[in-house]
């Protein structure tokens, strides 16, 4: 189960729309908010392109035992810096929370070993959701089963896998 | 003397001709009956019959006014306002809780746009307030704690120890000494009791 911790990046699905504020799942025990106003060029009259079911990457404004958590599109210089809405097309899927702060550390060989593979598109939640998309659906499902794999495989075991699907 | 039983409603108390119906009695075929569950009053007045009443409660209850200060506990906080249950009137304890919300400008008196609820209340503090309106349909009163003797007086930290005030902002724990945000009232000197 993910905790909400100030300043983590997450990928959370759209699921209400009310008004000015978006309601979004984030994998918590609660709903986090997210305001209309909380993109890179978002004014009242300029309304950000935002659907129930859209997939968002943010980050926590807000985050403690006492309140409800609340998400923004935007750092603190006024920026987007990578986060919004996440294109069309593309796979979500969960893996455990020690695999991605794995991902996450720098020089990972996963990561490196994969791009040797298809080039592919990659966003890392912290809240255990992770979104891929390669050229060809089965490319992408090929990198979805291997990063699946990896939370118990080996590096030999990897390194085998990988063998295996670029002799293909 | 005014003899007090328990009554419950619809019970038939006497006879029209022994006393008359008072409050939270009706009168019904010559019978005097009870309209309330609560205790028996039976008032003797000199000209004419008797007069028998059931009343609820033995004291009325006591209601906040706009200006009094109340003694309240925060149940929830929101980035827009905090809930509390409004415990004391002045130095009376109520019997049932009523509801009550301070408004995030509310809270301070000078630099109302910078107020942050989680650095100035969390649930479970006690704070005192001064209630500036009676409230709308929910019967939520409006409290504020724009003053320098009013707001938290009571707090516990993440360790579960009371917290002490440094200032009008900080409360530390004694035994963490970690320092937690609060919108600290200054209470008159007589009142602390160490």
Known sequence: QYVPVKGDHVIGIVTAKTGDLFKVDVGGSELASLSYLAFEGATKRNRPNVQVGDLIYGQFLVANKDMEPELVCIDSSGRASGMGVIGQDGFLFKVSLGLIRKLLAPKCEIIEELSQLYPFELVLGMNGRIWVKAKTVQQTLIIVNILEACEYMTAEQRKQALAKVSGN | PPVSAARLA?????????????????????????????????????????????????????????????????????????????????????????????????????????????????????????????????????????????????????????????????????????????????????????
């Open chain 2, 10 to 194: 619809g019970e038939r108390l006497c006879s029209s001709g022994e006393a008359s119906g008072g409050s939270g009695t009706y009168t019904r075929h010559g019978f005097v009956y009870a309209s309330l569950a609560g205790c028996l009053r039976r008032s003797g007045a000199e000209s004419g019959l008797p007069v028998v009443s059931v009343v609820r409660d033995a004291e009325a209850q006591l209601l906040p006014d706009v200006g009094a200060v109340v003694t309240c506990k925060v149940c929830s906080i929101n980035s827009r306002f905090a809930k509390v249950h409004i415990l004391y009137i002045g130095s009376t304890p109520l019997k049932s809780t009523f509801r009550g919300t301070i408004r995030r400008e509310d809270i301070r008196a000078t630099e109302k746009d910078k107020v942050e609820v989680y650095k100035s209340f969390r649930p479970g503090d006690i704070v005192l307030a001064k209630v500036i309106s009676l409230g709308d349909a929910q019967s939520n009163y409006l409290l504020s704690t724009a003053e320098n003797e009013l707001g938290v007086v009571v707090a516990r930290s993440e360790a579960g120890v009371q917290m002490v005030p440094i200032s009008w902002c900080e409360m530390q724990c004694p035994r963490t000494h970690t320092k937690d945000f609060r919108k600290v009232a200054r209470v008159q000197p007589q009142f602390l009791q160490t």
